[in-house]
């Protein structure tokens, strides 16, 4: 079909999806959104120079955790952040719409020991659609967990704002999920201090949610659905030290993570669906 093709990027064989206003690239290991470029602005999304390739997990663009959010709920000998992400992926199907956008369909294999299924929609347009569709093969009831771990690219993670989370409650890693925090206001990485960044879920949000970006010059509109929680991360200043595959390039990005996780654990009846999803554009910031 015109508008997509295979290419190889950053080591990586990857689907590239064109539209007439962008241009995206999702990986078939772990159906990964790895870009999504509105012609004439950068990369929305940020993907580490040094990260593992496969049949690594990729760090960067948008990973899919499922059927768990870390390991929430599961034995620690469970690969983290679920069973996909490492997976080849299949392209479903594909179409063009009048006003010009795409979009394309793609599920992991089916795991027979799962009693659920997933695929998965991208709409690239102007703005990205990402939506998951998870349905219920059992015929009991099925409680599951999961995310899309978003990785937006900044000018400098450490004077980026976040609008659309005053107010809302929130647990931290930092102190072990313990203790139940309010937000005050917009989000800043001072708050926790750059040293240990930030690691949060923050439960019975919004769904809208903007990253304000004074180097890059724009603003990143964040718009979920299905979800009741949200989860910011970036790993701070020991990431130099810490993770091979982040080093410095912690500065230039932020994880806000549509999810069911923490408390908001998806509880699927037999046969039904459910879906997650995100839309996401970026504007100049005035």
């Known amino acids: ?167 809302a409650s929130y647990r931290d890693k930092h102190d072990g999920y313990t203790t139940a925090w309010v937000q005050a206001g917009r989000w800043s990485l001072g708050e926790a201090g750059a040293r240990n960044g930030v690691d949060r879920i923050y439960g019975g949000v919004g769904g809208a949610y903007t990253l304000i970006d004074p180097v890059l010059r724009r603003k990143i509109h964040v718009r979920t659905g299905g979800s009741d929680s949200v989860v910011l991360w970036n790993p701070g200043e020991q990431a130099q030290t810490r993770m091979a595959d982040v080093g410095a390039g912690w500065r230039h990005y932020l994880c806000l993570e549509t999810a069911n996780a923490g408390q908001d654990v998806v509880e699927l009846a037999p046969g039904a669906q459910t879906r997650l999803s995100q839309r996401i554009e970026a504007l100049a910031l005035d």
Do not use: C, K
Request: glycine fraction near 8%.
């Open 1 to 167: 079909m015109p508008g997509l093709s295979y290419a190889r990027h950053a080591g990586m064989e990857v689907l590239v999806i064109r539209s007439v206003a962008s241009t995206a690239m999702v990986t078939r290991h772990g159906g990964q959104l790895v870009s999504f470029v509105p012609h004439g602005q950068q990369d929305l999304l940020w993907l580490s120079p040094t990260t593992t390739l496969p049949p690594q997990p990729i760090r960067g663009g948008v990973p899919v955790l499922w059927p768990y959010f870390s390991r929430q709920g599961q034995a620690t000998q469970m690969p983290a952040h679920g069973l996909v992400r490492t997976l080849a992926w299949s392209v479903l199907q594909a179409q063009r719409h009048a006003d010009g956008s795409m979009t394309v369909t793609l599920a992991p294999p089916p795991l027979p020991e799962l009693p659920l299924s997933l695929r998965m929609t991208l709409r690239v347009g102007r703005a990205l659609e990402q939506t998951l569709v998870t349905t219920n093969t059992s015929a009991q009831v099925v409680r599951f967990t999961q995310a899309l771990h978003s990785y937006y690219r900044v000018g400098d993670v450490r004077q980026v704002q976040v609008e659309g989370l005053g107010g």
